[in-house]
């Protein structure tokens, strides 16, 4: 064999050795681990709406709702207020896939009767149900700022299949209590974790 040949099978063999090493380094998928994200809501981002309780004519009126001066912190202005009669509504628009681990709210409770009454809910689409809640929780009365936070959720994203939410109800039958604002929300934090191994798709809108 000339050396010609010999030279142009052993660079052939090398490249082939090259190629089929790159070719499996990219088939490879990457590793990736669970990444934690955080979803922020600003208390005036909070939706008036008109709980199950609400007794009467139908349609029923939403309440009309305000944010308490500089601080936008989101109140229903109504008093006295039924547990169960209106709500401050807060949409989840999670990515598909990612897991609820934990819900945060950031409120206040001044009023020396009355609370707050925080729940996680999920419903199918086209469903006329209330939703199905998750978890509740509820103000420690009259304590000033406060951080609700609802641990321990294992609530698995399904956007395909269900919508998901927080509602915040105020509980306060002092007829009137002068500060309709001493009932209120500042935001929202949930955290979530998803597979990192997702990301890419959900930056590419899928």
Same mark, same amino acid.
């Given at each position: 064999?000339? /050396? ?16 089929? =090493? ?5 088939? $490879?998928? $990457? ?35 305000? &944010? ?8 229903? &202005? ?14 989840? /628009? ?16 001044? $009023? ?12 199918t689409w086209n469903s006329r149900s209330s939703g199905d809640p998750l978890l509740a929780y509820t103000s420690s =009365? ?24 927080? &509602?915040?109800?105020? &509980? ?5 209590? $002068? ?28």
């Amino acid at each position: 064999m000339n /050396h010609r040949l010999f030279r142009f099978i052993s660079v052939t063999a090398l490249l082939l050795v090259v190629l089929i =090493t790159n070719t499996s380094a990219l088939g $490879a998928p $990457a590793a990736a681990g669970v990444m934690t994200g955080y979803y922020t809501l600003w208390g005036y981002e909070g939706i008036g709406t008109v709980g199950g309780a609400v007794t009467g004519p139908s349609p029923a009126q939403t309440p009309p709702i305000a &944010d308490y001066g500089s601080t936008h912190c989101r109140y229903i &202005d109504l008093s006295p207020i039924t547990l169960g009669h209106y709500y401050l509504r807060y949409p989840l /628009h999670l990515p598909n896939g990612a897991n609820i681990t934990q819900v945060s709210l950031f409120v206040a409770d001044f $009023a020396s009767t009355g609370n707050l009454y925080v729940s996680l809910h999920s419903r199918t689409w086209n469903s006329r149900s209330s939703g199905d809640p998750l978890l509740a929780y509820t103000s420690s =009365t009259a304590n000033g700022d406060q951080t609700l936070n609802m641990t321990g959720l294992n609530v698995n994203v399904n956007n395909q299949l269900k919508q998901y939410w927080v &509602d915040v109800a105020p &509980d306060n039958m002092v007829v009137p209590y $002068a500060d309709h604002g001493s009932l209120c929300v500042y935001g929202i934090q949930v955290t979530y974790t998803i597979d990192g191994a997702l990301l890419p798709l959900i930056q590419r809108g899928f």
